[in-house]
């Protein structure tokens, strides 16, 4: 059991999302178990609060079971594998699509008593429920908000399976869970108590929202806001989908390599990055590799494959105007410490920094002398054959480094205040090693 009820929920998920407070961020909730949720959320942001009306559309003979979902603006999900599964005709499908759509239209006439929808145009939205079980809800909130001219879609929930990422796709610009369990059955084993919400708490919730002031997102005196760009990352022959985000005066950037099974969307490099980019640094979140190369695990572990690609990314990276003169550091977690290293030993590389997050330096193997930018290791206390490989790779280290062992923090950082932990650590590696002097150094 993670949560007592879903306030509590909300509570402890507000905490992983402090670094959007202050961001001009839209909370909705999806009613009805998602809205307590959010309301939390939004309290502790101190963000304004709707909610992204979403109706799933169960099997008839099945309600429980999902076989997709519909939304404000004329948004479907169907989940064709549900359908086939359950051979439902197309026709039952409308007719559970008719009923379902008519309740939606009554729901949002009820939760808002009259009042408009937020504007979301060119904001970022977070999107709430209390946990994930086949996804597509999920899918079809994420789409609304975009639909509706979201600029940023974060989906955010305290629970999910273990395999939740994959189920959502693109549909999200980021997501964070903070528990992902491998034996999951439905949402409800992780709250002792999940009683139905009803619709007056629904109404209530939004009430409250309407009532606390909200706060609003100024940049700090003489700090220009930090931009969002999606970008085509050249690497070789390929080009990889990335995301770039500079700050007008930023120290540097931090180019992030993702660990196995992991992606530009990963939540936990996501979380680490929005913290770095508070501390005036730029980041690049990048995938390794096309969507044809991870089908192949022999790719995911390729540790020189993987910096190569790194490497390329780099020489990019240098290209783009708002990097130019610049210092770059590397973070990498799990096996992409590994490509961070290896990465970072090549002749010239002129890399400032680079922090590893529970990674596996290990795999980067005879270069790990060679690395000449300041290097520092952080692990979780309970992560003890990680650790053991981490202070093994440490003594092959002849460059600045140091290891920072996190207390009671497992392999994924998953426990409450660990991440943001790492994220501090970072935080003040890079920004120590990225001052106007490093960035004469790393342009020598």
Known sequence: MYFADRRDAGRQLAARLKHLKGSGVVVLGLPRGGVPVAAEVAHVLGAPMDVCLVRKLGVPFQPELGMGAIGE????????????????????????????REVLESRARHYRGGREPLGLEGRTVLVVDDGVATGSTARAACRIA?????????????????????????DADDLVCLHTPWHFYAIGQFY?????????????????????????????????????????????????????????????????????????????????????????????????????EETDRANVFDTD?????????????????????????????????????????????????????????????????EVTAPTLLIVGGHDESVLDLNRDAQARLRCENKLEVVPGATHLFEEPGTLEKVTELARDWFTGHMAPAAHTAARR
Do not use: K, M
């Open 305 to 369: 494959l993987l910096a190569r690609r790194l490497t390329d990314a780099t020489g990019w990276l240098r290209e783009q105007p708002e990097a130019r003169g610049l210092a770059i550091g590397y973070f990498g977690a799990s096996t992409g410490a590994a490509a961070a290293l290896w990465a970072a030993a090549e002749p010239r590389a002129r890399i400032a920094a680079v922090v590893s997050r529970g990674g596996r330096p290990d795999l980067a193997g005879p270069r790990l002398p």
């Open 73 to 100: 603006g004329g948004v479907r999900v169907i989940n064709d594998e549900v359908v086939r599964a359950t051979r439902v005709p197309p026709d039952a499908l409308a007719e559970v699509e008719a009923r379902e």
């Open 146 to 170: 975009r639909a509706r001219g979201a600029a940023r879609v974060v989906f955010a929930v305290p629970v999910a399976p273990h395999d939740w990422a994959a189920r959502l796709g693109a």
């Open 192 to 292: 002792a108590d999940f009683s139905q919400t009803d619709d007056d708490e629904v109404v209530a919730c939004l009430e409250e929202a309407l009532a606390r002031p909200v706060t609003i997102h100024r940049a700090p005196p003489g700090h220009a806001l930090p931009e969002d760009r999606e970008a085509d990352v050249r690497a070789g022959p390929l080009v990889l989908r990335g995301q770039l985000t500079v700050p007008a005066d930023a120290l540097g950037i931090v180019v992030f390599a993702h660990g196995s099974g992991s992606s530009r969307h990963s939540p936990r490099n996501r979380f680490v990055a929005a913290g770095l980019s508070r501390a005036g640094l730029g980041t690049l979140l990048f995938d390794l590799l096309t969507e044809a």
